[in-house]
């Protein structure tokens, strides 16, 4: 008989800042199992597929996309395990999609988580202005209710804002948290 611990769960889970103080996240799964090891966390995707391959998993994670694996990973965590559900047409556009290395997104997980709870404590909310795969304005701009208030249409501001964040010969090998998020926002 097929077990389900439950659907649409609501949870937190406690990671830490750059200044290794707890922090809180929540977070929701579409479905929890029983595991061997600890639940089996998994989200439902119908858009963009995780990757073509399990091994990806730390560093889309690490660039900042698919998050939700990662916060499931850590609320399952030391043993449970996450994945996605492609959900699609057909197989080929559909299936089932596990890190091959939890350990790895786990951490990836929790310096992305770090770095963005260090931003969100000093107020620093840099807009992704770079597409990190085309160098193009993000396809989610067109839809955003504030994009007039932003500088997403001004391709030198644009220019400028994404050069700052770039790392250079002469910077330090440790960048300010602002360079530092708008580089992570530009990856």
Do not use: M
């Not at 439902?44 to 560093?59: C, E, L, N, V």
């Not at 839809?143 to 500088?151: M, P, Y």
């Amino acid at each position: 008989a097929l077990q389900v611990l439950g659907a649409e769960l609501e949870g937190t889970v406690v990671l830490h800042d750059l200044s290794e103080r707890a922090r809180r996240l929540s977070f929701r799964v579409d479905r929890a199992d029983p595991g061997a090891g600890g639940p089996i966390l998994t989200d439902y995707k119908t858009g963009k597929r995780p990757g073509d391959s399990p091994a990806q998993f730390p560093r889309e994670i690490a660039a900042g996309r698919f998050l939700q694996a990662g916060a499931d990973l850590a609320a399952a965590a030391p043993h449970g395990r996450a994945r996605y559900l492609q959900l699609g047409p057909d197989e080929e556009r559909g299936g089932l999609y596990e890190p091959e290395d939890p350990e790895a997104a786990r951490a990836a997980f929790a310096g992305v988580a770090a770095l963005l709870f260090e931003g969100w404590a000093a107020g620093l909310f840099p807009p992704r202005v770079v597409e990190p795969d085309r160098n193009q304005e993000p396809r989610a701009c067109a839809d955003c209710d504030v994009r007039e208030a932003c500088v997403r249409g001004d391709s030198g501001q644009r220019r400028r804002l994404f050069e700052w964040g770039a790392p250079t010969v002469d910077q330090p090998p440790e960048p300010d948290l602002a360079r530092r998020l708008v580089r992570f926002a530009s990856e």
